[in-house]
């Protein structure tokens, strides 16, 4: 588990393949690194379930997940991918359920504290906002559609 105060170059180097911190500093890696603690899901465990009221991030850092929409298996998740952003941003629903098919560990990142680094770092929300942009914009999307 990450303590406040002490940076882990692991943790930063883990945060810089999520995409949509792919703007942000070492400077801001390392306070949002700050926040991070790491959980172990064992084999068939739900970790998130769709519809539930989502609560932050997730980075898998070992094992083997799905996700499912209704009862359909969309993808596989496994070491270096992330799930949870929707939910980091708005604490909406989940829009999908993800199930650990072998056992899990992630680096975790909850919305409260998330928005506590923000607080400290008000760039990291600015870096966001442009990743998010360009990758409506690559899918095509538009605010009128």
Same mark, same amino acid.
């Given at each position: 588990?990450? #303590?406040?105060?002490?940076?882990?170059?692991?943790?930063?180097?883990?945060?810089?393949?999520?995409?949509?911190?792919? &703007?942000?500093?070492? #400077?801001?890696?390392?306070?949002?690194?700050?926040?991070?603690?790491?959980?172990?899901?064992?084999? *068939?465990?739900? $970790?998130?379930?769709? &519809?539930?009221?989502?609560? &932050?991030? @997730?980075?898998?850092?070992?094992?083997?997940?799905?996700?499912?929409?209704?009862?359909?298996?969309?993808?596989?998740?496994?070491?270096?991918?992330?799930?949870?952003? $929707?939910?980091?941003?708005?604490? *909406?629903?989940?829009?999908?359920?993800?199930?650990?098919?072998?056992?899990?560990?992630?680096?975790?990142?909850?919305?409260?504290?998330?928005?506590?680094?923000?607080?400290? @770092?008000?760039? $990291?929300?600015?870096?966001?906002?442009?990743?998010?942009?360009?990758?409506?914009?690559?899918?095509?999307?538009?605010?009128?559609?």
């Amino acid at each position: 588990m990450a #303590r406040r105060g002490r940076t882990d170059k692991q943790l930063v180097e883990q945060l810089k393949t999520v995409p949509l911190f792919s &703007g942000c500093s070492a #400077r801001e890696l390392a306070s949002l690194a700050d926040f991070l603690r790491e959980v172990r899901f064992p084999a *068939g465990r739900e $970790i998130v379930r769709e &519809g539930r009221t989502g609560t &932050g991030l @997730h980075v898998i850092l070992e094992g083997e997940t799905k996700v499912v929409v209704g009862d359909r298996t969309r993808r596989r998740l496994g070491p270096g991918t992330f799930f949870g952003e $929707i939910s980091l941003l708005d604490r *909406g629903p989940r829009t999908a359920t993800v199930v650990a098919e072998t056992p899990v560990r992630t680096l975790s990142l909850s919305s409260w504290n998330f928005r506590a680094a923000l607080k400290e @770092h008000p760039s $990291i929300a600015v870096k966001m906002l442009e990743e998010l942009a360009s990758r409506l914009r690559t899918a095509g999307l538009s605010i009128t559609d």
